[in-house]
């Protein structure tokens, strides 16, 4: 069966420092793979999506993840952080539905 | 925009009380799925549907059941609240392939 796991439940980073945020899938065959933002209070809200187009993809906000077959990951990561990023980030693979990550809340310092 | 609106942002029930969830979309999607958010869980999915009158239980639909009536409206429906249902409950519906559109989500609290 498909599944993801994000790897650390809370990620701190100052503003301007590089983000990383890491999702391992575990799929038989190439999966479908999301990842998608939730700002407190909020829904989730799409941010890039790999369909096997192209193995590094970008997403809104400056955000990009890249899709590694031999390492079976799709971390999401961000060149500099601002503080407006701060929110859960949630991976998630498409099975018959989509199945989530357990999620990573980030934290942006000053 | 695909929209996805659900009705209630809070609620509040009993133990033991009929509780309905409603969620409504404005594009024609044949998708919709119900799941709960729990911290340090993620979400789970609990049903979701392809079609009009179609359901399928998803990873934890012990509980909850659904009703779709009509392809825009898709209804999650707690027979008998517990308290182990206090929750955030999220809506989702989409074309297939494509990302999923989520409602804001309704966080019932069971006393």
């Known amino acids: 069966a498909q599944s993801v796991t994000q790897l650390g439940s809370h990620v701190s980073v100052s503003e301007g420092a590089l983000v990383l945020l890491r999702c391992n899938y575990s799929?038989?065959?190439?999966?479908?793979l999301f990842w998608y933002v939730q700002y407190p209070n909020q829904g989730l809200q799409l941010l890039l999506k790999?369909?096997?187009?192209?193995?590094l993809v970008k997403g809104i906000n400056g955000f990009e993840a890249e899709f590694k077959k031999s390492e079976t990951s799709f971390h999401l990561t961000k060149p500099s952080a601002h503080m407006s990023d701060a929110a859960e980030y949630f991976c998630?693979?498409?099975?018959?539905?989509?199945?989530f990550g357990s999620g990573t809340r980030l934290q942006v310092q000053p | 925009d695909v929209k996805v609106t659900q009705s209630s942002r809070y609620l509040v029930k009993r133990t033991g009380e009929k509780v309905f969830l409603e969620c409504v979309q404005d594009?024609?999607?044949?998708?919709m799925f119900w799941y709960r958010q729990d911290p340090g869980l993620g979400l789970r999915l609990i049903y979701f549907s392809y079609d009009v009158k179609m359901k399928e239980k998803g990873d934890i639909p012990e509980g909850y059941s659904v009703s779709r009536e009509k392809k825009e409206r898709f209804s999650l429906i707690l027979e008998s609240a517990s308290t182990n249902q206090t929750s955030m409950y999220l809506c989702a519906s989409s074309f297939p392939e494509y990302g999923y559109t989520f409602g804001s989500g309704t966080r019932l609290t069971v006393v």
């Open positions: 998630a693979v498409n099975r018959r539905a989509l199945t």
């Open positions: 790999y369909t096997s187009a192209a193995t």
């Open positions: 594009m024609d999607h044949e998708n």
């Open positions: 799929s038989s065959v190439p999966p479908y």
